[in-house]
């Protein structure tokens, strides 16, 4: 049984518009991770958080904010979308103490018109 | 700054051959290494890690990586590949076992004609 999933799976939305990309782990984990995923640029990390209630920046957090409201889920918001945020977002899911080790979900397409 | 770096974008071969999948780093310090495979239209899972002691580790699949601290690298390595074994390969370092400072390399797709 897939231990980290997101939802939805492909999303398109307008621009300008709102978009909540939704992760969920049942591994137990302590840290979670978004990132993205273009062609050229391999996966850059967005936001991660190490634990409920607490989110940091990553490499590129301009433009979205994130949420963890609990040990088991961790968003991504993206309040005002744009085209160049048409990518492939992935959620990961990590233990605190192995970052090199992480569990990633099956992804979402996001595509912004 | 640390950096992951994978020279080939793309690498062809055939089913039983051997494969090596580059993977290069740039930092002085201390440093965890991965590789992970990527199907098509998938998620990310992790192949095998090195931190310290033998050089070569060993994953799933047959799959096998050598760090070397003289070079900078951490190559990856199959005896005889399968064509399962095609997929998007990434190198991934970071400097300690927090949350942060993990970096993907670019990834290299490798396709294994049948």
């Known amino acids: 049984e897939a231990a980290v999933t997101q939802s939805p799976r492909n999303k398109v939305a307008v621009t300008g518009g709102k978009v909540t990309l939704s992760c969920n782990q049942t591994?137990?984990?302590?840290?979670m991770y978004w990132y993205r995923q273009d062609t050229g640029h391999g996966l850059r990390l967005i936001h991660y958080?190490?634990?409920?209630?607490?989110?940091e920046k990553g490499d590129i957090p301009d433009g979205y904010k994130a949420s963890r409201p609990s040990q088991e889920n961790f968003s991504l918001i993206l309040e005002l979308a744009t085209p160049s945020q048409t990518s492939v977002y992935f959620c990961?899911?990590?233990?605190?103490?192995?970052?090199?080790?992480?569990?990633f979900g099956p992804g979402t397409r996001l595509t912004v018109l | 700054t640390q950096t992951v770096s994978q020279s080939d974008a793309h690498v062809t071969v055939f089913e039983g051959d051997s494969v090596e999948l580059r993977c290069n780093y740039s930092?002085?310090?201390?440093?965890?290494l991965s590789w992970y495979i990527q199907h098509h239209g998938r998620g990310l899972q992790f192949l095998l890690k090195?931190?310290?002691?033998?050089?070569v580790v060993q994953g799933v699949n047959g799959f096998e990586a050598e760090f070397s601290k003289s070079d900078s690298s951490f190559h990856l390595r199959k005896a005889s590949v399968h064509w399962s074994d095609s997929a998007v390969y990434f190198c991934?370092?970071?400097?300690?076992?927090?949350?942060?400072?993990?970096?993907f390399g670019k990834g290299t797709s490798l396709t294994v004609i049948p």
């Open positions: 958080s190490y634990g409920a209630g607490s989110t």
């Open positions: 591994n137990n984990h302590n840290n």
């Open positions: 930092y002085g310090g201390s440093i965890y």
């Open positions: 991934a370092a970071s400097m300690n076992t927090g949350y942060q400072n993990f970096y």
């Open positions: 990961a899911s990590g233990d605190a103490y192995s970052s090199y080790e992480q569990y």
């Open positions: 090195y931190y310290s002691g033998n050089p």
